[in-house]
């Protein structure tokens, strides 16, 4: 069991429409991506309350495609990209491989 301390908090609305924003996601790329809804989307990034385990699945969704969350820390929660490696880069932003030209 995992003390308070050391549990993963939530992520704010706020912060899913940054991430969004970041990953250049429309609601509905975060839908398929958390296997959710896109209603669940609008509804968690206007604020209504959610089952732990649906926000946990955007939260995951986001993690995966290289999103940090920064928690509160007197600055307001925020995001960050985390810094991707050269396979990743090759990647577009729905996780697709891109065709590279060869000339």
């Known amino acids: ?19 969004r924003g970041a990953l250049e996601w429309g ?5 398929k ?8 989307v609008i509804r968690f990034e206007r604020g209504d309350e ?5 926000v946990a699945a955007i939260q995951s969704a986001f993690e995966k495609a290289g999103v940090e969350f920064i928690p509160e ?8 990209l ?13 996780g697709e491989e891109e065709e590279k030209d060869s000339g």
Do not use: C, F
């Open 1 to 19: 069991m995992q003390r308070k301390s050391e549990q993963k908090s939530e992520i704010a609305p706020a912060q899913s429409r940054m991430a």
């Open 27 to 31: 609601i509905r790329d975060l839908a």
């Open 33 to 40: 991506a958390a296997d959710v809804s896109h209603d669940t």
């Open 50 to 54: 959610l089952k732990s385990r649906t």
């Open 73 to 80: 820390n007197g600055g307001g929660p925020g995001v960050r």
């Open 82 to 94: 985390k810094k991707r490696n050269k396979h990743q880069r090759n990647r577009s932003r729905h």
